[in-house]
């Protein structure tokens, strides 16, 4: 590869023929026409990439719409984004809203804004306090989610699997935030099937949990439980059937 | 072709002695084909089954592979993904034992047997090595042509697990005393059916050839996935080939 790529920064109105540079930086309100190959990327008005993306470092602080894939190394996003194909992000952090129309799959994905995805999310770790709706499949080797909103997914798999309500403290001001991005709604998480080697749950609706050692938290409506190992079963959790297998 | 046995995955992670947490691990790895996931509504809610020789054929060989190569590689091993840029020695390639040698010599006169071919060639020439005893020269060139010509663009990434096969076909029309026999060469995913009056003169499972040709490069001293491999893991490896779980498959071995 050359080393002379080019960097561009688009402050008013423009546009910008794809292809490979070093830096682009979208202040005012800029299009890329075509496939992205850069090191950085930053979005602080509104943005908009028609072709995939392969980036070291994309920020959007603005509003950002990418209309393919998109692979980064580092993706922060604390405006709004979206994405029209699959995310494959090593590091994927959101404080804002983001909305993917395929997979997400990255090592560690942080979300305290609002998510929206209609494929898969697969990370090492995963993280939320936000809200989120995820209509696939949400796995990680530990999950961890402090519920601030409504959250679903249509499974949970994993190592560690732990759903907790936001404490009282700092919680309050942030569940508050996180409604607004979210429109409001009970703090829960919804879903079929929950599948881990270690589960801790609260609040937590589901068909199904399957895990090694479980722990049922408050608020919790689990129609079916099986462990293999240990069950505790907290008063304020309602579980119809529980089953050691 | 009946329905493959299936296993839950309860059972599967009892009987292979493993976790949820690798279970899901591995299939993020793309270590476990997304298709073989199979969900089933059950008394006890949403399960999710396997076919049951695949799966624990798969799993036994992670098992057995994932001390010496970190997960990411193995995905490259072990699955048909693939990467297209790889490229293999002639001379390795002959020295893969069930290539057949004819087949070699022909496709590949132009070359010294220290030239490299790419992986999608290597791939075809497997294809081809699995024909040899039943087609016709003029079948085997059929098929080549459709897997290297124009329509056979892409078909690398399309050879996935979803069970692409390659079918190799003969029909006899006859009308007014004159017959003729034709040859067709087809591609589909999972099982197709054809009209009764076609012969389906064999049948390719691709995935398993490119599988097994990976699985012979990968093995050796010059390996160029950048995994080096251990003689124990070749007895690992050979134990799948052709796999339990294609009966139909004529295994056209030397």
Same mark, same amino acid.
């Given at each position: 590869?050359?080393?002379?790529?080019?960097?561009?920064?688009?402050?008013?109105?423009?546009?910008?023929?794809?292809?490979?540079? #070093?830096?682009?930086?979208?202040?005012?309100?800029?299009?890329?026409?075509? &496939?992205?190959?850069? &090191?950085?990327?930053?979005?602080?008005?509104?943005?908009?990439?028609?072709?995939?993306?392969?980036?070291?470092?994309?920020?959007?602080?603005?509003?950002?719409?990418?209309?393919? &894939?998109?692979? !980064?190394?580092?993706?922060?996003?604390?405006?709004? #984004?979206?994405?029209?194909?699959?995310?494959?992000?090593?590091?994927?952090?959101?404080?804002?809203?983001?909305?993917?129309?395929?997979?997400?799959?990255?090592?560690?994905?942080?979300?305290?804004?609002?998510?929206?995805?209609?494929?898969?999310?697969?990370?090492?770790?995963?993280? !939320?306090?936000?809200?989120?709706?995820?209509?696939?499949?949400?796995?990680?080797?530990?999950?961890?989610?402090?519920?601030?909103?409504?959250?679903? !997914?249509?499974?949970?798999?994993?190592?560690?699997?732990?759903?907790?309500?936001?404490?009282?403290?700092?919680?309050?001001?942030?569940?508050?935030?996180?409604?607004?991005?979210?429109?409001?709604?009970?703090?829960?998480?919804?879903?079929?099937?929950?599948?881990?080697? &270690?589960?801790?749950?609260?609040?937590?609706?589901?068909?199904?949990?399957?895990?090694?050692?479980?722990?049922?938290?408050?608020?919790?409506?689990?129609?079916?439980?099986?462990?293999?190992?240990?069950?505790?079963?907290?008063?304020?959790?309602?579980?119809?059937?529980?089953?050691?297998? | 072709?009946?329905?493959?046995?299936?296993?839950?995955?309860?059972? /599967?992670?009892?009987?292979?002695?493993?976790?949820?947490?690798?279970?899901?691990?591995?299939?993020?790895?793309?270590?476990?084909?997304?298709?073989?996931?199979?969900?089933?509504?059950? +008394?006890?809610?949403?399960?999710? +089954?396997?076919?049951?020789?695949?799966?624990?054929?798969?799993?036994?060989?992670?098992?057995?592979?994932?001390?010496? $190569?970190?997960?990411?590689?193995?995905?490259?091993?072990?699955?048909?993904?693939?990467?297209?840029?790889?490229?293999?020695?002639?001379?390795?390639?002959?020295?893969?034992?069930?290539?057949?040698?004819?087949?070699?010599?022909?496709?590949?006169?132009?070359?010294?047997?220290?030239?490299?071919?790419?992986?999608?060639?290597? +791939?075809?020439?497997?294809?081809?090595?699995?024909?040899?005893?039943?087609?016709?020269?003029?079948?085997?060139?059929?098929?080549?042509?459709?897997?290297?010509?124009?329509?056979?663009?892409?078909?690398?990434?399309? /050879?996935?697990?979803?069970?692409?096969?390659?079918?190799?076909?003969?029909?006899?029309?006859?009308?007014?005393?004159?017959?003729?026999?034709?040859?067709?060469?087809?591609?589909?995913?999972?099982?197709?059916?054809?009209?009764?009056?076609?012969?389906?003169?064999?049948?390719?499972?691709?995935?398993?050839?490119?599988?097994?040709?990976?699985?012979?490069?990968?093995?050796?001293?010059?390996?160029?996935?950048?995994?080096?491999?251990?003689?124990?893991?070749?007895?690992?490896?050979?134990?799948?080939?052709?796999?339990?779980? $294609?009966?139909?498959?004529?295994?056209?071995?030397?």
């Amino acid at each position: 590869m050359n080393d002379e790529r080019r960097s561009v920064s688009i402050s008013g109105s423009g546009s910008l023929g794809g292809g490979e540079y #070093a830096r682009v930086v979208i202040s005012g309100s800029g299009r890329v026409d075509g &496939e992205l190959v850069a &090191e950085e990327l930053r979005i602080s008005g509104s943005g908009k990439i028609s072709g995939r993306t392969e980036i070291g470092q994309i920020s959007v602080s603005g509003s950002g719409v990418f209309g393919d &894939e998109v692979i !980064a190394e580092e993706m922060r996003i604390s405006g709004s #984004a979206r994405v029209d194909g699959p995310v494959q992000a090593k590091e994927l952090k959101c404080s804002g809203s983001f909305r993917a129309g395929g997979d997400i799959s990255g090592d560690y994905v942080k979300i305290s804004g609002s998510l929206r995805v209609s494929g898969d999310v697969e990370a090492d770790i995963f993280k !939320a306090s936000g809200g989120f709706g995820i209509d696939g499949l949400l796995s990680a080797d530990k999950v961890e989610i402090h519920l601030g909103g409504r959250c679903s !997914a249509r499974e949970v798999g994993g190592e560690k699997i732990c759903v907790e309500r936001i404490g009282s403290l700092g919680g309050a001001l942030l569940s508050g935030l996180v409604k607004m991005f979210t429109g409001g709604g009970a703090a829960e998480l919804r879903t079929t099937q929950v599948e881990g080697d &270690e589960i801790h749950l609260e609040c937590t609706v589901a068909d199904v949990v399957r895990g090694k050692r479980v722990e049922i938290g408050p608020g919790c409506r689990i129609a079916s439980v099986e462990y293999t190992e240990t069950l505790k079963v907290h008063d304020d959790a309602t579980v119809e059937r529980q089953q050691k297998v | 072709m009946d329905e493959e046995r299936l296993i839950s995955k309860k059972e /599967v992670l009892e009987k292979m002695g493993i976790s949820y947490g690798q279970l899901y691990r591995w299939k993020r790895k793309g270590l476990i084909p997304e298709v073989w996931f199979i969900r089933r509504s059950t +008394f006890t809610g949403q399960e999710t +089954f396997f076919p049951r020789d695949k799966i624990l054929e798969r799993i036994g060989r992670i098992k057995d592979m994932k001390d010496e $190569h970190p997960l990411d590689d193995l995905a490259e091993l072990i699955t048909t993904r693939v990467n297209a840029k790889l490229n293999v020695a002639l001379a390795r390639l002959a020295r893969v034992g069930w290539l057949d040698e004819d087949l070699l010599r022909t496709c590949c006169v132009d070359r010294a047997p220290g030239d490299a071919v790419s992986i999608w060639e290597a +791939f075809v020439l497997g294809v081809l090595s699995r024909l040899r005893r039943t087609a016709r020269d003029e079948e085997i060139d059929l098929v080549r042509r459709t897997l290297t010509g124009k329509r056979g663009n892409g078909l690398l990434e399309r /050879v996935s697990e979803n069970g692409l096969n390659l079918y190799l076909l003969r029909k006899r029309v006859a009308s007014g005393g004159i017959s003729a026999q034709i040859s067709l060469v087809a591609l589909a995913e999972g099982r197709a059916v054809f009209d009764p009056e076609i012969e389906v003169v064999e049948t390719v499972d691709l995935p398993t050839v490119l599988q097994r040709i990976k699985l012979d490069l990968a093995d050796g001293e010059e390996s160029t996935t950048g995994g080096e491999s251990s003689p124990g893991e070749r007895e690992a490896s050979a134990g799948g080939d052709g796999g339990p779980g $294609h009966p139909r498959e004529r295994e056209v071995e030397p």
